[in-house]
T-cell receptor, first 119, second 117 residues
């Protein structure tokens, strides 16, 4: 499978617990993005990486959220002390970013997401 | 106010019929405009991508149009099939101040299309 892989597909956790999600991007992609999507809404940007560097974090990413991409390949998103408002689909995407100012972000591809339910 | 607005919010059509979904955006300037299809519980899948200089792009039964002057885009689906039932999301990507896009996408809220037999 050469697509973006996310694990687990579903996660149910009790409020206050910590959870960690994993994203494996397409192997040659140097950019990796995390989004959050709630029911009936479009995805909202959380953060993105260029290789192993985290270049931007949204204000949506509270102190309880942390993302890493230690070797520039897979990434993890951890949520500490989960709250019911964290229940959402967490989407990962990857792309190839080149420095041609006219054409950028080839192959922007999403994973199937991790559905988090906090009870 | 959302920078990408879609209409209608939901649409029900009969199998075999055509339909058109609308997208208005205020993000300017932008690098490209994309339409994605998202099945329930799945990640978005790209249908079309257009730069600001393109005004139409087709992908099978899907045809997207773009009017950069009025900041409007549409997605036309011909001969709809039951499998077209999904959420269709309009997405705009814009460059940062340095002139290169860092790839953050601004999403519309989506149009939920239901195709009935």
């Amino acid at each position: 499978d050469t697509g973006v892989s996310q694990n687990p597909r579903h996660k149910i956790t009790k409020r206050g617990q910590n959870v960690t999600f994993r994203c494996d991007p397409i192997s040659e992609h140097n950019r990796l993005y995390w989004y959050r999507q709630t029911l009936g809404q479009g995805p909202e940007f959380l953060t993105y990486f260029q290789n192993e560097a985290q270049l931007e974090k949204s204000r949506l990413l509270s102190d309880r959220f942390s993302a890493e991409r230690p070797k520039g390949s897979f990434s993890t998103l951890e949520i500490q002390r989960t709250e019911q408002g964290d229940s959402a689909m967490y989407l990962c995407a990857s792309s190839v970013m080149n420095w041609d100012r006219v054409r950028t972000n080839y192959g922007y591809t999403f994973g199937s997401g991790t559905r988090l339910t906090v009870v | 106010k959302n920078q990408v607005e879609q209409s209608p919010q939901s649409l029900i059509i009969l199998e075999g019929k055509n339909c058109t979904l609308q997208c208005n955006y205020t993000v300017s300037p932008f690098s490209n405009l994309r339409w994605y299809k998202q099945d329930t519980g799945r990640g978005p899948v790209s249908l079309t991508i257009m730069t600001f200089s393109e005004n139409t792009k087709s992908n099978g039964r899907y045809t997207a149009t773009l009017d950069a002057d009025t900041k409007q885009s549409s997605l036309h689906i011909t001969a709809s099939q039951l499998s077209d039932s999904a959420s269709y999301i309009c997405v705009v990507s814009y460059p940062n101040a340095g002139g290169t896009s860092y790839g953050k996408l601004t999403f519309g809220q989506g149009t939920i299309l239901t195709v009935h037999p």
